[in-house]
Every structure is written in C-alpha cells, then in structure tokens.
C-alpha cells in the first residue's frame, strides 16, 4: 500500500480479496445479517440472467447446486433422519415395540414361573457371573445357527468377502450386503435421533425368524446371519474372531478398492467357512471367581472395579481441566463483556466466538498469556464493519505518509538514475573492453585442450595415438631390431605418415604454433641387459629417429630442427602383456609435444596489462 496505492482502482485491487474472503466466512457461518443482504441482490442477478440466458443459467447452478445439496446431507445427517422418518420411522418403531414386546413376553413368562428351583439356581448364577438374569434366560434357549458371514468396508459399503453353510447360499450376496448396509446406517441414525434410546450403535437386527448381528471395528464390519438372536457367549465368540481378522487384514481393510479376487480375499473367506462349521454349539457361560472350595471373589467385577475407578480420576481429570477452563473464561466475560469458548485442542488453546473490536482481542490475549502462560490460537470474528473501520484509518494513514513522502523520494530516485546511468556507460565500455581480453585469456590458458581435441579429431581411429597426452606411442611396430640403433626401413613408412599428419596440426595451426616449445621424441629399450648399456642404446635410436624425421619436407617447412629434441629412457615403462613383457613391443619410438608455458603466461600478462 505504501508504494503502490497511486489512486482508486489500485486501492480497490488490494482490497476487494480480503472482502471476499471476510463475506465468504460470513457466509460459512450463515450470518443472518450477510445472507438477507445477499439474498436480495442475489435473486436479481438470477432473473436478469434467466431472461438473458436460460440454459446458461441452469448449467452455472447445477454445478453450484448440486455440490452444495451432497454436502449439506453429509454433514447433517440427523436433518435427513428427520425428513425420512415420516415414512420409514413409522414401521421401524412399529416393528422394534413389537420385537420388544415378544421379547419381555417370553422373559416375563419365564420370571414368573413360581418358585421353581431353576428360578433360584438362576439367580444365584447371575450374582456370582455378573451376568444379568435376562442375558441367562435367553441363554437357556437353544443356541442360534449362524448360516452366513459378510465381511463390508464402511466407507464404500463393498463386499470385502462372504461365507455361508452348505445349500444356505445367498443369491445376489453384493445385493444384501448394500441392504444390510443401508439398514444398519438408517436405524443407527434413527436411534441416535430417538431422545428415549439409550444405545447409539444398533448390533442385532431381527425380522421374524431371521436376525443380523452386526459388529463394527476399524473401517469394516462383519454382519452375521442367524436364525434366532445369539446369547452372550455367542456374541463373545463371533466377536473374538472378528478381532483376529481386524488385527491380521487391517491394513488390507482400510485399502480395499472393490477387488475381491486378490489372495487376501481368498484367504478370509476360507477362515471365515472354517469358522462357519467349527461354530460353537450349546456352550455354557463359565463362572467367574470361583477356587478350589467353590468360593472366592469375582475378578471380573474386580476388574470393573479397577476401571470404574480409573475412569472417574480420569472423568476428575477433564473436569479439572474444563473447570479451568470456564473461570477463564469467566475472567474474559468481566473483562471485555464477550462470550467467547476457550478449548485446548492438541495442547494449544484455540479461543472462538465473535467480538466487537481488536481491542477486545488484544485484552482476551492478555488475560490468557497472564493466567496460563500460553499464546492463543485465534479462531475469534469481528464485525465487517468494525474491520472497514480499521482498514480506513491503516488506509488513510498510509496514503498520508506515502504522499509526503513521495515528492523527496522522487528527486532522490531521479538523482540516483543519473549518476547510475553514466556509471553504467563506463562499465559497459569496460566491459566490453574486459570481455575481449577475458576471450584471449581464455583461448590462451585453454590451449592444451584445444591442442588435444584437435589431435583427437584426425587419429581418432590410430592405434598409435594417446588421447591423455596427445602423444604418438609406435609399439609392435619392430623399428628396431635387439641391440641394433637402425630402425628398419620397412617400419618407417607409418611413422612418416603419422609424423606428418602430427605435424601439420601442431605447427599449420596460427592458435597452437606459437606456443610449441619441443617435439620431443624418446627412444626405449626392452629390460634385457644392463641399464648403463639400454640408456646409451635407447639414446642412440631416438637420435637415429630424430635425423630421419628432421630430413623430412615437413620439418624443413616448419624449420623443425631447433626444437626437435632426442632423449633415451633405457628400459622404463616396459610394455606388459598378461604379467609378460613384450620385448618387440617395448623397443619403440614415442613422439609428444610440450607447451611453452611461460610463453602462455608472458601473453596472458600482455593482455591483463593493455
């Protein structure tokens, strides 16, 4: 703002984005105030824009619409309950009274039944199990048959896997798991929506003859199908074995895509059939607590006990905390006579609810550094009109001090352009100059390489040639015979015609001839004999060579002559084969050239120095 707000429409660019965002969390809160002035402007837009452009019109609201209709039944599934009960709810409540009432009928039969010995050895076994009464008489009925398994993932309602006793098949087993599926979901919210339900997850449902037991855990849950609802230790044993599924294919669970041909599926089927026909028949709940005298405590209340204990210092705990908590805020109300809701979310303290102007903020802010030592996490909203305010006074504040400062800036600025605009033509004449002698020192001190990819240009195919230091090397090529300083004339012409060629690169180049020292070529011996003898002997080959070649057109073109050089190297750097030496091969002749490096550095100072 302070160096780009030159006039109206600059400013508004700047501004309108943190309107939008201001009107779009307004709108997320459905503020009442926002909508109903959106609402009337809005609905004039639409009627405009229907005359113009009807199927244009549909098109832009249908993407709008749509969206917003998923979304909105999503997160408000208790609306949809509500608006579907007037249909379903009614034969739901009708059949569950009815279920219930049969139920309590067969319980109410069998309490009332006089002062059988049964009635008593029931209640007894009820005080010492910790199993209610109820729980004991549906036990006493046969055990129910569990004729199918589903095994469904949550998210998707897919059929994970099945199994079902023999000529007991389902016939379109994807068909009922998405019923089950749908029954389950609705009843669920159904009975959450029912302020006399005391449970919030539905675990049997029964129709008639027929009963689903349904039990859920992690991202799937297993429906099994019975012909009579199961006792407790039925539930006990479907549900332990659900647990051993859940801990092994967990991670196949929450990953599931619809596949139901991989080896996983595969393998939980048949455990899920195994289980089938290995289903418990006619067990009896075991008593708890009791020793070798029949007598003893119960270690399941015990256990409850512990728990219950636990969890009422853990209820303590919480309250501990939410006691803290509503003082504080208490502390903000005196304050600043705003309501605001203080939680601790992640161990941080997240502050939400609505007040009337950033010096509330600040003082909300002070209240909880001083009386926790935390900094809040601000999730608090302020008035639209209240954020105007403060924009326009940062606003006029700003433009205030931008124009001010403007005029002063501008001669400075202007003061500034001109002396850099005459440093700037100096430095470009400079560096033109700079750049012409960096190019020369560059070509200069890179010579050697340029030397070496010329070379490596034309004997690319040579076997005679080393592309590391651009030398010529003539092994097993029998130049000289043992002991003998005369090569043989049937060896010379390949080292003629290399030498040549070697030549014209080296010397017929304007870049590489000033800066040739030598051309060096050394003579070597194999290690036979003494070295005194090789040295002497190897001496005397290179000279032999270097007359030959000096007696050349080539180096009498290029006055070869003076920097021709013969040296010997008796019998070092020996040519080996297979741990052998190859005594032809080491009696060779190698020709190089050597660069004048203080000619190179002469030249690069001449540069440096103009």
């Known amino acids: 703002m302070e160096f780009e707000a030159y006039d109206e429409a600059t400013i508004s660019q700047k501004l309108l984005p943190l309107f939008d965002d201001i009107l779009l969390q307004k709108l997320q809160e459905k503020e009442s105030r926002t909508i109903e002035l959106l609402s009337r402007h809005l609905a004039q837009i639409i009627l405009q824009s229907s005359q113009k452009d009807l199927p244009a019109l549909s098109r832009s609201l249908q993407s709008v619409i749509s969206p917003a209709i998923s979304k909105e039944i999503e997160q408000n599934k208790d609306k949809m309950v509500d608006a579907l009960y007037p249909i379903m709810g009614g034969m739901i ?33 009820s005080k010492v199990s910790g199993v209610s009464e109820t729980e004991l008489l549906l036990e006493e009925s046969s055990n129910a048959v569990i004729s199918s398994l589903f095994v469904i993932h949550k998210e998707s309602g897919l059929l994970i896997a099945e199994a079902h ?11 009922v ?28 449902v029964s129709y008639g003859n027929e009963t689903l037991y349904i039990e859920s855990a992690g991202s799937v849950y297993i429906i099994a199908f019975l012909d009579s609802e199961p006792d407790h230790e039925q539930r006990l044993c479907i549900n332990e074995f659900f647990a051993k599924l859940v801990k092994k294919y967990s991670r196949f669970f929450q990953h599931f895509d619809g596949d139901d041909s991989t080896e996983e599926v595969k393998d939980i089927s048949q455990k899920m059939h195994t289980f089938l026909h290995t289903q418990p028949k006619n067990k009896k709940i075991k008593r708890l607590g009791s020793s070798k005298n029949g007598q003893g405590k119960n270690p399941a209340k015990m256990l409850l006990i512990v728990v219950g204990i636990l969890f009422l210092g853990y209820l303590l705990y919480l309250g501990d905390q939410y006691y803290s908590l509503y003082c504080l805020e208490k502390r903000v109300f005196e304050k600043t006579d705003q309501n605001v809701h203080i939680k601790r979310i992640n161990d941080k303290l997240h502050v939400f609810g609505n007040i009337s102007s950033m010096n509330d903020f600040y003082t909300i802010k002070n209240i909880i ?65 700079l750049q012409k002698q960096l190019d020369h020192i560059e070509n200069t001190t890179g010579i050697k390489v340029y030397i070496l990819k010329k070379l490596a240009q034309v004997f690319k195919n040579s076997d005679v040639f080393h592309k590391e230091d651009g030398s ?36 017929g180049n304007e870049k590489i ?7 060096v070529i050394e003579g070597y011996t194999d290690s036979s004999g003494n070295y005194t ?60 050239f050597k660069i004048d490096q203080k000619k190179i550095i002469n030249t690069i100072k001449k540069t440096i120095n103009d």
């Open 533 to 592: 003898f090789n040295k002497k002997l190897s001496e005397q080959r290179a000279w032999r060579i270097k007359e030959y070649l000096s007696g050349l057109g080539v180096s009498k073109r290029f006055h070869l002559y003076k920097i021709l050089k013969a040296k010997g190297f008796a019998n070092e750097n020996p040519i080996i084969v297979n741990a052998v030496e190859d005594q032809e091969a080491s009696r060779r002749i190698k020709i190089r």
């Open 165 to 175: 006793l023999e000529d007991q098949e389902i016939d379109d087993p994807h068909m």
């Open 513 to 519: 001839a000033p800066f040739i020292k030598e051309i």
């Open 369 to 433: 550094f001083k009386e926790t030592g935390e900094h809040l996490i601000n999730e608090l909203h302020m008035p639209l009109e209240e954020v105007d305010k403060r924009l326009s006074r940062q606003q006029d504040k700003a433009i205030t001090r931008f124009e001010s400062e403007l005029s002063d800036k501008v001669a400075v600025f202007q003061k500034k352009i001109d002396l850099l605009e005459k440093k700037l033509n100096r430095f470009t004449s400079r560096y033109d100059k």
């Open 93 to 125: 409540s009708k059949y569950v009274t009815q279920a219930i009432k049969e139920m309590m009928d067969n319980i109410n039969e069998k309490i009332e039944d006089g002062l059988s010995f049964d009635r008593y050895k029931r209640k007894f076994k």
């Open 177 to 204: 798991a998405s019923m089950a599926s749908a029954i389950k979901d609705f009843v669920n919210d159904w009975i959450k929506n029912n302020e006399d339900a005391k449970s919030s997850e539905v675990q049997i």
């Open 472 to 507: 010529l090397d003539f092994k097993n090529r029998k130049l000289f015979k043992v002991g003998e300083t005369l090569p043989r004339k049937e060896s010379l012409q390949l080292l003629k015609e290399n030498f040549k060629q070697y030549i014209e690169i080296l010397m």
